[in-house]
């Protein structure tokens, strides 16, 4: 007889990988991801992971057929709804962790987002997010990122440099003209705000999204320089 109980996390899977541990667990209903220790999303709602989609197609106008480039797939809430809306011309998600990338394809986290896998429009990349867009050749209308708890919160101290004047500048190097940067983050960071605006991004602005407990999740957004 199992003894797992809803106070109870049980771990579905837990690796090793080239940025330490992360693991998967279910907590009653919901599934949560955990990486070296630090909680970072679960399934039980999804509604700023959405906004972050929604708040760079509205920012893009009337574009037609825009490529987004999703900055870490998670529990895939924001992948889903990007393969929900017909605008998007091609959707592709870079994330650097395979466990995550297996829990999609054939695990747990399937049935959250196998429709979006099999979109023709999908391509999921294994790389990290930082060398990708300073490396890649390709480029994009917009970038929806969420690879941290946000730019003061990150995972691994790496992390740090995607929202140093440096890390964006790599990320408006990937953007076409008027294309669209838009970050997550658990909690609003006007420093942020200010390096973006440093940075040349134009329109920056902070939205805020309303949540159980706590304080808002943040989108921070800004149209890129040049």
């Keep these: 007889m199992s003894t797992t109980s809803y106070d109870t996390p049980e771990v579905l ?3 090793e990988g080239p940025h330490g541990e992360v693991v998967l667990r279910r907590h009653g209903a919901l599934l949560q ?5 630090c909680f970072l999303m679960d399934t039980s709602d999804g509604r ?3 906004r972050l989609v929604d708040v760079a197609a509205e920012a893009l106008g009337e574009r037609t057929a825009p ?3 999703i900055g870490g797939l998670g529990v895939g809430f924001s992948l889903a709804h990007a393969a929900a809306d017909p605008r998007w011309g091609r959707i592709t998600v870079v994330e650097r962790e395979r466990a995550i990338i297996d ?3 054939d695990g747990p986290l399937a049935p959250l987002s196998a429709g979006a896998l099999a979109d023709p429009r999908t391509d999921i990349v294994e790389a ?5 867009v300073n490396e890649t050749s390709a480029t ?4 929806c990122l ?6 003061d919160w990150t995972v691994t101290e790496g992390n740090d440099g995607l929202y140093s004047p440096a890390g964006l500048a790599g990320c408006a190097r990937v953007l076409r003209p008027g294309g669209v940067l838009a970050v997550w983050s658990a909690r609003p960071s006007p420093e942020f705000e200010e390096t973006l605006c440093n940075a040349g991004f134009q329109q920056v602005r902070t939205e805020e999204i309303p949540v159980a407990r706590g304080v808002p999740d943040v989108v921070h957004v800004g149209v890129g320089p040049g």
């Design 146 to 151: 969420d690879i941290d708890n946000g730019p």
């Design 48 to 50: 700023s992971e959405r």
């Design 67 to 69: 490529h987004v480039l």
């Design 103 to 105: 829990w999609h394809r």
């Design 128 to 132: 990290d997010l930082i060398a990708y």
């Design 33 to 37: 991801i955990i990486a070296n220790g």
């Design 140 to 143: 994009y209308d917009a970038l």
């Design 13 to 15: 899977d837990r690796r």
